[in-house]
């Protein structure tokens, strides 16, 4: 297996524009989770899906910012409009609820 | 807001030492996880260990888990130069939450 697959792996974009970043989970896994990693806030869990389906995202730091989970094998994690706080390296990660996460190599996000 | 914190924030000791990490914990949880993470990657699952559980082994690391002190601990025996990493412990509650600390730097020097 390729393991967690993310794309882009770097972004860099300007300010108001709209920002999508993707995610290909583990075969057979059925969670999904986005988290972000800052140096001030450390690594924060944003949203995380179960069987597709969203379960808690309270970690979605606002209106801004959007997840899908449209099937088994793709999610998205959508910020629009962007703004330089938002510069982060954005992970993904599927697993199993109760056990491990398998997580994928981020995407660096750069918002000027 | 992070649930687990780490202790020491940094750590650099000499190859062949033993290095020991601290994470505590502030709520009830369901199992308590270690993470690695090489500069510039992401994280690579260590170990989990269950809240009725009290010690667990794989290879070189070695983890506790005081559930009365909500903590726990990461020894990794005779360390090496490629151990350099942050290491990061995530507990899972039952709010469906998994919650990371700020991390471990640890740097062994060959």
């Known amino acids: 297996d390729a393991g967690v697959i993310q794309s882009p792996r770097h972004e860099v974009t300007e300010m108001g524009q709209e920002v999508t970043l993707r995610c290909k989970p583990i075969?057979?896994?059925?969670?999904l989770f986005w988290y972000r990693q800052t140096m001030m806030r450390g690594l924060e869990l944003l949203i995380y899906?179960?069987?597709?389906?969203?379960?808690?995202d309270s970690g979605m730091p606002e209106d801004r910012f959007s997840a899908k989970m449209p099937n088994a094998s793709f999610s998205t994690l959508k910020i629009q409009p962007s703004e330089p706080r938002d510069s982060a390296v954005y992970f993904c990660a599927s697993g199993f609820r109760e056990y491990e996460q398998y997580f994928g190599p981020g995407t660096r996000l750069t918002v000027t | 807001s992070q649930q687990g914190e780490e202790d020491p924030q940094a750590l650099s000791i000499q190859e062949g030492e033993n290095a020991t990490m601290n994470c505590s914990y502030k709520t009830s949880i369901n199992n308590l996880q270690w993470y690695r993470q090489n500069s510039g990657r992401g994280l690579v699952h260590l170990i989990l260990?269950?809240?009725?559980?009290r010690e667990k082994h794989s290879g070189r690391l070695r983890v506790t888990l005081d559930t009365s002190k909500k903590s726990s601990s990461l020894l990794i025996t005779a360390s090496r130069a490629a151990d350099t990493a942050s290491y990061f412990c995530a507990t899972d509650a039952d709010n469906n939450d998994m919650r990371f600390g700020a991390g471990t730097r640890l740097t062994v020097k060959p």
């Open positions: 899906f179960n069987n597709n389906v969203p379960i808690d």
């Open positions: 260990i269950r809240s009725n559980e």
């Open positions: 075969s057979g896994h059925n969670s």
